[in-house]
């Protein structure tokens, strides 16, 4: 059973950047996809990027191309998303979820190749 705690959001003002941390325990961090998903108020919780176990491979979704970077720390058991030129659309509950299942990048990007899944980390963006 594996375990995720995200940790590293906050307010911040547009333009400005943070960095997520998700801490993993309770099972082999090495052989997880991790993902980062994020849902904001009123809407359906999306696809934001994924980090494969086997090579490192990254995913990303289009709004946040060029912006953030999804990486993997395994001797630390952690993933991370920088998250750089915030915008207020960016404002939503961040989550971070890890699959072992046997994918590519392209195919994390669905929530239900995700087993298990952290409590969540708020993200506010300011105008």
């Known amino acids: 059973q594996v375990r995720l705690v995200e940790s590293g959001g906050g307010l911040v003002q547009a333009g400005g950047s943070l960095r997520l941390s998700c801490a993993a325990s309770?099972?082999?961090?090495?052989?997880?996809?991790m993902g980062w998903f994020r849902q904001a108020p009123e809407k359906e919780r999306e696809f934001v990027a994924a980090?494969?176990?086997?090579?490192?491979?990254?995913a990303y979704t289009d709004s946040v191309k060029g912006r953030f970077t999804i990486s993997r720390d395994n001797a630390a058991n952690s993933a991370y998303l920088q998250m750089n030129s915030l915008r207020p659309t960016d404002t939503a509950v961040y989550y971070c979820?890890?699959?072992?299942?046997?994918?590519?990048?392209?195919?994390?990007?669905?929530?239900?190749?995700?087993?298990?899944w952290g409590q969540g980390t708020q993200v506010t963006v300011s105008s």
């Open positions: 979820a890890a699959s072992d299942l046997w994918r590519d990048a392209a195919g994390l990007t669905q929530d239900s190749s995700y087993a298990y």
């Open positions: 309770g099972g082999a961090f090495t052989s997880y996809n």
């Open positions: 980090i494969t176990w086997s090579d490192s491979k990254t």
